[in-house]
């Protein structure tokens, strides 16, 4: 699987520094409702700050894949999957700005087909 927004490092020095960022990835996945996940595995919801507006936009992305994908036969309408890929990006870039240059925060819309 690839992460939207990993780091493009072309030398050591760069390579160094992204393994000290702390990673936050937004993805899908059956039965969660809170989409932030670190290298362990899904996040608590109370395990970094994010501001409410954003909180709750998370939490509809979240339930609008619950609610409208299924594992089997995909989005119950073809018109869903580039618009949520589209709204997980501008998640992934609204919560890159909030958290600042300490975290490296990556998107997966495998659900979606479209390029991250």
Do not use: C, Q
């Not at 409410?52 to 609008?64: C, G, I, K, V």
């Not at 819309?109 to 390029?115: A, T, Y």
């Amino acid at each position: 699987m690839r992460w939207a927004g990993a780091p493009r490092a072309g030398r050591a020095g760069d390579r160094v520094r992204s393994r000290a960022l702390k990673l936050v990835r937004i993805a899908n996945d059956y039965t969660i409702t809170w989409p932030l996940w670190n290298e362990a595995g899904p996040m608590e919801r109370d395990e970094i700050d994010v501001p409410e507006p954003l909180r709750a936009r998370l939490l509809a992305w979240a339930r609008e894949f619950n609610d409208r994908f299924d594992w089997e036969n995909g989005w119950d309408s073809p018109d869903l999957s580039e618009p949520h890929a589209r709204e997980g990006r501008a998640l992934r870039d609204e919560l890159a700005a909030h958290l600042g240059p300490g975290y490296d925060v990556r998107l997966s819309v495998w659900e979606s087909g479209v390029p991250d």
